[in-house]
Nanobody, 126 residues
């Protein structure tokens, strides 16, 4: 059974930074696209960032482009989301997800992911 465990969330002032981590179980972590999504209160879950299996390709939502960076460490079975210049609009629960093996490459559709973490809260105060 695959498990994804997020950490690193918290309360930060606008303009600050946080780094989220997502530790994955399983021996074939390096074979999968990974993604970050977020859900704010009263809103639908939305795509944030994705990284392909090799780490050579990434994609971002327009709202975070230039501020957030996704990366992965296949030795540690961990994917990261470095978030800089945070804004109150970034407040949400952040989820990491593992892409379906049959769908390589970067993916922004939540339906292309089959395992999800429990989420970590990020709150940005103004």
């Amino acid at each position: 059974q695959v498990q994804l465990v997020e950490s690193g969330g918290g309360l930060v002032q606008a303009g600050g930074s946080l780094r989220l981590s997502c530790a994955a179980s399983g021996r074939t972590f390096s074979s999968y696209t990974m993604g970050w999504f977020r859900q704010a209160p009263g809103k639908e879950r939305e795509f944030v960032a994705t990284i392909n299996w090799s780490g050579g390709r990434t994609a971002y939502a327009d709202s975070v482009k230039g501020r957030f960076t996704i990366s992965r460490d296949d030795i540690k079975n961990t994917v990261y989301l470095q978030m800089n210049t945070l804004e109150p609009e970034d407040t949400a629960v952040y989820y990491c997800a593992r892409g379906r093996l049959s769908l390589p490459g970067t993916r922004s559709d939540a339906h292309d992911y089959d395992y999800w973490g429990q989420g970590t809260q990020v709150t940005v105060s103004s």
